[in-house]
């Protein structure tokens, strides 16, 4: 588990890192969800009180900040750290996809969810997420290998 303080610190160096090269974000799919999971504007700067992630199949989800105190979206940005690195230019991608990141919200707005209940997911999210970019590297690997037969 990872330390309110830590988790903050490490969002706030995404931040600064975000906006020392571009001011706004960019990107041609203009998908919006809330928190709700319904679609509603698609500004590209976040509202006051909430920051802004995008799943592995690019849905942006606007969330408050008090969801960074959460024990899940703490493994969450791990995960997003150890598999895209921290972006420079770009937005906060988790290696999840919206589906999946959709059940995490709806589960994290519950007023009480069960400690076994949240080390469960935490397993599964940390399986479910190295596996998807395991099999992602393995289908890399085995296309460049294709590539080096055919040669």
Not at 32 to 43: K, L
Not at 80 to 103: H, K, Q, V
Not at 133 to 139: G, V
Request: with cysteine; glycine share 6%; hydrophobic share 35%.
């Amino acid at each position: 588990m990872i330390s309110p303080k830590k988790l903050i610190k490490m969002a706030r160096k995404w931040h600064k890192l975000t906006f020392k090269g571009k001011k706004r974000i960019s990107f041609t799919k203009n998908i919006d969800v809330d928190i709700n999971g319904e679609s509603c504007s698609t500004s590209y700067v976040a509202e006051k009180g909430h920051f802004v992630i995008y799943s592995s199949d690019q849905n942006r989800f606007m969330l408050p900040l008090a969801y960074l105190h959460n024990n899940i979206f703490g493994d969450l940005l791990k995960i997003s750290e150890e598999e895209f690195g921290l972006s420079s230019g770009g937005p906060i991608r988790l290696p999840c996809d919206s589906i999946f990141l959709n059940y995490i919200i709806s589960l994290i707005q519950r007023p009480e969810v069960a400690a076994d209940l949240e080390e469960a997911l935490l397993s599964s999210i940390a399986s479910t997420c190295r596996r998807s970019s395991s099999i992602a590297f393995q289908h890399c690997h085995n296309s460049q290998q294709q590539l080096l037969y055919g040669y």
